[in-house]
C-alpha cells in the first residue's frame, strides 16, 4: 500500500488565555490514504478549524505533528512558502 497522504500524530493545540489553558486539539492522530475522500466531524469547539489551520500551516501545533505528501506541515513553514501563502488567491483557499 502505498504511503498515506496525510499522517497527523499525536497533535496537541493549546491556546493561553486569560484564564485556564484552552486544550483545542487533545491528541488527534489519523492518517488519509491517497485518493480516498476523509470527513473530519465533531461538535461545535471540537478542534477542526484548529486542526485544519495546522495542516495548511497558519497555525503552529503545541506538541504532535502533520506530514502533507511528504513534508512536514507541523514546522514554521521557509520564506518564500510563507510569501506565497500570504497571496490573497492562497488566502481565500486556505480559509476554513
Ligand atoms: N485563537 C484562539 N484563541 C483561543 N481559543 C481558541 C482559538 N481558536 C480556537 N479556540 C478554542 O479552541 C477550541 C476549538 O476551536 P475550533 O474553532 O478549532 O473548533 P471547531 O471544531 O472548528 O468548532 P466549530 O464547529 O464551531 O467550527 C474552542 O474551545 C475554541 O474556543
Ligand atoms: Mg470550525
Same mark, same amino acid.
Given at each position: 500500500?502505498?504511503?498515506?497522504?496525510?499522517?497527523?500524530?499525536?497533535?496537541?493545540?493549546?491556546? @493561553?488565555?486569560?484564564?485556564?489553558?484552552? $486544550?483545542?486539539?487533545?491528541? /488527534?492522530?489519523?492518517?488519509? @490514504?491517497?485518493?480516498?475522500?476523509?470527513?473530519?466531524?465533531?461538535?461545535?469547539?471540537?478542534?477542526?478549524?484548529?486542526? /485544519?489551520?495546522?495542516?495548511?500551516? /497558519?497555525? $503552529?501545533?503545541?506538541?504532535?505533528?502533520?506530514?502533507?505528501?511528504?513534508?512536514?506541515?507541523?514546522?514554521? $513553514?521557509?520564506?518564500?512558502?510563507?510569501?506565497?501563502?500570504?497571496?490573497?488567491?492562497?488566502? @481565500?483557499?486556505?480559509?476554513?
Amino acid at each position: 500500500m502505498p504511503a498515506p497522504a496525510i499522517v497527523v500524530t499525536s497533535l496537541v493545540k493549546t491556546f @493561553q488565555g486569560r484564564g485556564a489553558p484552552i $486544550r483545542a486539539v487533545d491528541d /488527534l492522530s489519523f492518517s488519509v @490514504q491517497r485518493g480516498s475522500i476523509f470527513g473530519l466531524l465533531g461538535p461545535n469547539g471540537a478542534g477542526k478549524t484548529t486542526t /485544519l489551520r495546522i495542516m495548511t500551516t /497558519l497555525a $503552529r501545533p503545541t506538541s504532535g505533528s502533520v506530514e502533507v505528501l511528504g513534508y512536514d506541515r507541523s514546522r514554521p $513553514r521557509s520564506r518564500s512558502a510563507a510569501t506565497s501563502a500570504s497571496s490573497s488567491r492562497n488566502r @481565500q483557499r486556505t480559509s476554513c
